[in-house]
């Protein structure tokens, strides 16, 4: 029987390396990956069943790598393994594609039995943050939410780069757009939501879990 292929996007090494000895008795991890934007690249040329990711991703986050390939990849399905417990990032999480979402400090059976749901194409959640959770989806976006979510993905990716302290020339190189494009975001984005300073920007940032911390 053909093993389930996995890939692993976390940018902490021993956690990876942990996951990975974790899930290859039963799955075939294709691949590891330490920031978004890679895990994007890799999805589209691996093509995995599944794909297991942390939030707090550099140069892309999990959620909007989620976005994108989910786009990219209708079918794939994505399962978020992260330290967070908000239920607001929760509820951000399915809307995003995702079909699961767990703590890292979960036992490593409910992980298995987690990925086990989801391959089968159930969704799951770990049992603490259920009900807040639930109560996220169905209570509704505050005003800021809604303005969040009207972001294109590509003034998302140029918030989280700004906010993780790279220049303009460095997210123009990354995007491979032009310099007075990045500039354009910035300042569309930054005339959207009413900021006037890169430390308001960067704290935008983190409250919308645009960026870690």
Same mark, same amino acid.
């Given at each position: 029987?053909?093993?389930?292929?996995?890939?692993? !996007?976390?940018?902490?090494?021993?956690?990876?390396? $942990?996951?990975?000895?974790?899930?290859?008795?039963?799955?075939?991890?294709?691949?590891?990956?330490?920031?978004?934007?890679?895990?994007?690249?890799?999805?589209?040329?691996?093509?995995?069943?599944?794909?297991?990711?942390?939030?707090?991703?550099?140069?892309?986050?999990?959620?909007?790598?989620?976005?994108?390939?989910?786009?990219?990849?209708?079918?794939?399905?994505?399962?978020?393994?992260?330290?967070?417990?908000?239920?607001?990032?929760? !509820?951000?999480?399915?809307?995003?594609?995702?079909?699961?979402?767990?703590?890292?400090?979960?036992?490593?059976?409910?992980?298995?039995?987690?990925?086990?749901?989801?391959?089968?194409?159930?969704?799951?959640?770990?049992?603490?943050?259920?009900?807040? !959770?639930?109560?996220?989806?169905?209570?509704?976006?505050?005003?800021?939410?809604?303005?969040?979510?009207?972001?294109?993905?590509?003034?998302?990716?140029?918030?989280?780069?700004?906010?993780?302290?790279?220049?303009?020339?460095?997210?123009?190189?990354?995007?491979?757009?032009?310099?007075?494009?990045?500039?354009?975001?910035?300042?569309?984005?930054?005339?959207?939501?009413?900021?006037?300073?890169? $430390?308001?920007?960067?704290?935008?940032?983190?409250?919308?879990?645009?960026?870690?911390?």
């Amino acid at each position: 029987m053909k093993k389930v292929r996995i890939l692993l !996007a976390d940018d902490h090494v021993l956690v990876a390396d $942990a996951l990975k000895s974790l899930l290859e008795p039963t799955y075939e991890v294709v691949g590891i990956v330490a920031d978004g934007r890679t895990l994007v690249e890799a999805a589209e040329r691996l093509r995995p069943d599944l794909i297991v990711v942390d939030v707090g991703m550099p140069q892309l986050n999990g959620l909007d790598a989620t976005r994108q390939i989910k786009r990219l990849l209708p079918t794939v399905k994505v399962m978020i393994v992260t330290m967070n417990e908000d239920s607001t990032l929760v !509820a951000e999480a399915f809307r995003a594609g995702a079909s699961g979402y767990m703590l890292k400090h979960s036992a490593s059976q409910e992980l298995l039995q987690a990925i086990q749901e989801v391959v089968k194409g159930s969704s799951y959640l770990s049992p603490r943050i259920t009900r807040g !959770a639930v109560s996220a989806l169905l209570r509704g976006d505050s005003v800021e939410c809604e303005k969040a979510r009207e972001l294109t993905p590509r003034q998302r990716e140029v918030i989280q780069l700004l906010a993780e302290g790279r220049s303009m020339k460095e997210i123009a190189d990354i995007l491979t757009i032009s310099l007075r494009t990045v500039a354009a975001h910035k300042y569309r984005v930054m005339e959207m939501l009413d900021i006037r300073t890169n $430390a308001d920007l960067y704290r935008y940032a983190v409250r919308h879990r645009i960026v870690g911390v």
